[in-house]
């Protein structure tokens, strides 16, 4: 593949404009956002990132791709295209594959695409170009417009229309884009990635007039046209049953009503828009769900209109659309812009003129392309409820195309029975059955005759007597209150038929009294069900929380058990939502959240508020609220709520149940969270909307985090706010941009703290702390810092700016705390992870006591003398050499075994207590002189590792570490502890 001569001059002639172009502030800034959305995308789908990942994790992504501009409503997108389809676990495996897989390119996006629906080429190319900028390029419309302007071949016309369907057309287009690269690099650019590509592009892009001219001149070609695969109609026609297919329309009561044909109608000869209107703003999924309740025989809504009686007294306008001004319109329409207009643009507007000019569609979701809507009569006629019955392609198709992929266009709606005239004419060619062609006709043209001339859509007309300023008080109404109604909404209405004023319950009385939850419902209006979801999960019979047992909880419930009264449940649990509340926003032995901002998981509200009304039930409290606690800090460092809540919410409420009652039956995600803990990579935690990275910052405040200016605890400084140690502002160790936001470089500060440290590195603020805050005090402030998880070690990394140490550091550190909060880690690991070397001297105390009581146990006060020889000669040696050096020794301590084994290190009391095995010691170690040899040296092996200042290996340190919990095992035993206690207290009695 290689350029032409003439092809290499078009483009040094741009590349010659591109240099200068980059010298000037727009160049400048169009390099610089390349490049942060290079930054951005590489760290949030990092290798070892992506499976961390949360649900707003890959909608902040998401959202952020160029390619999701072409929706207006993005979270609308994410939800019903990418999360719902796929789920979160599927996107996060395929995209690591997509990524990081060890196959090729070409099969990597094959598989993605085959996969992971809702993805167009865009989208995956833009991720995999950012993400791997020397690899990969961009394909969207800049390379697609530019190439046939530079009359550049290389590649099949189709690519420029259509999205590349395989990963090897994919590598086509990066094999020409590369050509680019090379002719950068001939021309004076330093090894040139796609980026540099991207931007030149961009430039050419930017130079190019007619760029619609160029595009349409494409797509008009024969060649680019959609290679169409044709149905086998024989089999299709002869397998399906009429019989089945149910055509029932719902005609209303109602005389005021209208149908779709003389909505078309009224669009172009009576109904106006106040010119005060918002625009049309739907975009093509909104219309196309639209259309399918339509042809579903839905309800969908009323239109709210306004009798004029003389000239409208206000501006008006005509439907998107539809371009001549009515000059005395009969009516102005205030409720039902959006469907009268996206009724106006799928059945009319592919049919006029002003279709054609892209400009009249600047101001909408349509300024790229045209969409056309389509009744898929496959998936109606396969009855498949997991299809789509409308579609929408950007493609307006010919008649023959049509019959050919089974779809019937609404802009074909209004002339409807010459394409199925012709549709029937085609299907004859295709098929012998006559009969069942007729029955076919027949049933699509019932179908598409009430969609136009049957279905209704009811009318609220407000009289020509009502004034203007009564209009606008209704017209802003109805846009302030613009949003569907939700549960709770349906839910005051299904009470009130009981009797039960829920308005009034939660107005007067929830947030009356606790304004903590008014607090969290402000920042989201799930929490006016957290009530419900706590009640249902009390007392429904498989305590299920879901939408559809919420809204029936009347019938569920206290139908089925008239001694239960709603109004005092919704009493009582709105008093236990409150307390869990409160657990959580507890700083001192709570959950450790700031506040709802910094909540990890919103929807554990409800849970732990009947889990703690479980409790006040039981005489376990003590042990129940212990693993309350482990269960909670499990959810949140396995990120448990964040998907499918309503099903975590009910199996995790068994599950609590059943532990309460029995130890053995430990919870799936408790159980789950500390397999995950050996794996857990907090360091690379650095959004702050990520459930973990909000629970590392409960842990912080747990723990005190007293500020480094005030000394106060967070508990006591509710106002202070997360902020750098690092600041970002200074460059650091190398790989040190990869944590500077990392939640291991944040901590709770003050105002105060953040204007003394500014911008300085932390050897300069601390340096400065320590001589004007604490006086020269090193110690106080090291004190302060043990609050934030920074030990002496990583206060070391944090004064000589090494942050990716102190990271690492700190991560451990944190870590431990996970571990003994959820019950992973023993007794003996807890004590260990505070103080090595304090656990180790213990040991060493507790054993020299074991050995003393146990062999004058055996032999009595004068038991020295049958210990092995060596051991009595090291100690005498030592014993001299202190009399030497110290005149006022006392001589009698000679004769005292228990000081005298003062004297011996641990290899000596291995000895003494493995030659007195048989006759001493076996019985109370268990197994073999050799077993307890072994276990021996791994304790050993830790000491030495920490007291010559190394960081043990793991493997030392988890053979260290069991091997001495196995020893306390024996050393705090009950049978020689009390002896050896009441033995202790009548030696200081004498």
Known sequence: MKLTQEQKAKIRDFIESYKRWMETEEGKENYKVHQEHHLFFSKKLARDNIRTLTEEDFREIYKNLWASNLWGNKDWFFDNRLLRPNGLSVLKEELYNLLYGKDNIVNRLDNFREKVSGFGTSSISEILHFVFPDKYCLWNDKPKTALPYLEIDLLPKKYYK?????????????????LFKEELKENGFKNPDFITVDCLLWHIWNKIEGKDRIKKELYEEEEVQEIIEELDFSSFISSINTETIKHQPHLLKSPERIKIRDIITSVEKDWTLPHFQRYFDWDKEDIREFLESIFNDYFVGSFLLWDLEKEPPVDVISIKGFDDKIERPDSIILDGQQRITSLYYSIKAPNLEIWRDKDEWDDTKFRERHQYFYIDLRAFFENDPLKDIVICKDTRYTFEDTYKQLLFPFYH???YRKWLNDFEKFLLTKSNDTNKIIEIRHLIDDKLNHILNGFEIPIIQLPKSFSIEQVADIFENINTRGERLDTFDLLIARLYKYK???RELWGDYTVEKYKTIDRYAKKSEKVRLYIFQ?????????SSCKRRDILDIYENIYQKHPDLLFKEHWEEFSNYVDLAIQKLENLKDGFGVKDEKEMPFLPVIPIIASLLREIDSRHNKFECNKKLEMWYWSSVFTNAYSSSVDSRLTADFKELKDWFDDDSKVPKSVQQAKINLQVLRLRNLNTQSNAMYKGVMSLLALEGSKDFETGKMLGNARENDKDHIFPKSRKYDADSSKYIDSVLNMAWLSKKTNIRKSNKEPKEYIKDFIEEVYKENENEFL??????????????FLINNELVNFVKERENLVLSKIGELIGAKSD?????????????????VKLRDFVNYNMKNKYGSNWWKVIPDNVKAVVQERTEKEIKSNPTFDINQYKDEQKLLRKTDLEHLRQIITSQWRAVFGESFKGTPEDFTFHFRNILNLRNSYFHSNEPESEIRNLGLGSLERMNKVLLSKKWTQNSSRTTRQRRVA
């Open 500 to 502: 039960i004023n829920l």
């Open 828 to 844: 003996i690991e807890v004590q260990f992870d505070k103080s090595e070397m304090d656990v180790i001297n213990k040991f060493e």
């Open 534 to 542: 706590a009640i249902s999960l009390c007392y429904h019979p498989a």
């Open 162 to 178: 259509y999205q590349l369907k395989t990963g090897s057309e994919y590598v086509e287009c990066i094999e020409v884009l590369a």
């Open 413 to 415: 709606l209004e002339n």
């Open 783 to 796: 004190d302060i810092l043990e609050t934030h998880f920074i030990n002496k070690k990583a206060y070391g």
